[in-house]
């Protein structure tokens, strides 16, 4: 182990600045006797047989990683006088099943090393990676710069700093374009600016035509300013990467902002770029796995778990709706949203109906399961612009989203009924998009926020199964609220508790779909047609574009070959549940060869 001069409590970061730039949850904090502005000079793995009894180890500014050491352990409080003894900021332990003794906690406050624990599933080495990395990564509390004065991770403060020192607007983007803050607007942006902001990235064809330009392979291969002059359309940008090493955590664009960029923008871009590094780090580690925290909270409340709602950001005593949304992108890949709704409209009803009729909270997240699979980048944007309008719509909106579905959580005002109504429409809204949106009624407590979110699964599958009968190019966004649609909510909910038993029982319908599975016939399909005309001849042959002569044939070839009998009010029945059933079954596939 080695031995580390004098206390450099003035020439490091603050443990806090640490602990702020790795993901939560990670560590906790159990006892800081000093506080945690207490300055961090190194993280080193901490052996306690290699300590030395004639004073001479010293420790004074790390944080001791205590291998193989449990806070409840014999050895635990031995450990944590010895890193005392030496001087040390923190030392780390395993937390296990027990937590720290008290005999340990009161040790701790009684010294001046604070005591830290690790959380189960955390690996030492990820561990002491993270904190080596946020300790790379930070800048010694109360250091001067562009930064300083400012919160760890506040990207507007930050870009509003840099914007008053090169005199123009300030934007500060991810590596894929995706505007993370943006300055001030005092004056008003030129159309590119807007844009970006409006839409929280660079519009795809302008990514399109820097990356062709060659502009983005200058940007990322240099440390210094790259200068997009100004022409016809747009203002002067000057643009830097924030690296870390070889990492590049984003960039910072300055435009010229209703007057030209001072004489000395490049230099301070440069100088921002350098102090942007551990707030970047700080929203990569600690704002990301927030964000997915509290989304996993809201899901968690979604199935049930009250205990969620703080960390979701939901208030407990205010009633919510739930507001489902399924989307597809009509420029992603293969035949578009269309096609990818009606496939989704296969299959998928049965793998959602499980959960849907089961009690809820005993399933989650089974909805579309077939499309999930297929979601991409195309229908994450989707997912990006529905969040954003949530956002915008009302105060107390939280989110969460799962394959190709984003939840909701609306809370409702004093009396109010129907919350989301004009959340539904705004989805509609999305351009070149096929949005399916669905509300559950309102929830009185969160306990009933389960119910709430089935029901909107069920609305929105409604829609899937509507859009699936549609031609593809008549396919467009729809939303409902469960009021609209109670019938066929009802049915799918009488679906869902019959299939199972429909499974295991036989008869006419059975033989009928079975034949046409394996026979390529449309005997079902003309039933259905027929039924679904309320048994009007003219109207089940318009349907199937097949003249009524030929829908009389196969309607009496049914009757005779399976027993099937429209006019038998029991058949007809048994026909219209098989039928439905049957249609959430993918068809078989062709055979090899």
Known sequence: MPTHGPDRRDAGPSLEQILGLIAPGMLDVVVAPRGTGVAVADVVLHDPGEERDDGTWAASGLILLAVGVEVASPEALDVLRGADRAGAAAVVMRRGDRGPRAALVEAAGLGRTALLTRRPGQGWTEVLGRLRTALAHSVPAGAGGTAAGLRLGDLSGLANTVADLVGGAVTIEDPQSRVLAYSRLDHEPDPMRRLTILGQEVPRWRVVELR??????????????????ADARYAERLAIAVRHGSEVLGSLWAAADGRPLAEDAAAALRTAARAAVPHLSHHQTWGRAAARAREGAVHALLKGDVRAAPEAGVTADRPYAVVVA????????????AHDVQEAGVGASASAGAGAGAGAGETYGGLGSAADEASGAAGQRVLDVLALQAAAYRPGCVTARSGRLLYVLVPAGDGETDPARPLLATARSVPRSVVLAGAGPVADGLSGLPASR?????????????????????????????GEVVPETTVLRLLDRVE???GSLSGPVHAMVEHD??????????????????????TAARHLHVHPNTLRYRLRRARELFGVDPADPAVRLLADIGLRLAARRPPPAPPLG
């Open 326 to 337: 399924e989307a597809y992108d009509r420029r992603g890949a293969g035949s578009g949203g």
């Open 212 to 229: 062709e330009s060659g502009f983005f392979q200058r940007l990322w291969s240099t440390d210094g300013v790259v200068r997009l002059p």
């Open 454 to 482: 089935e029901t909107a699964e069920l609305v929105v599958r409604v829609l899937r199964e509507r859009a699936a009968r549609r031609p593809p190019g008549e396919v467009v966004s729809a939303v409902a609220a469960h």
């Open 500 to 502: 199972p038993l429909w």
């Open 517 to 538: 599975r394996a026979h390529g016939s449309a005997y079902g399909a003309s039933v259905a047609a027929y039924l679904d005309a309320s048994c009007d001849m003219g």
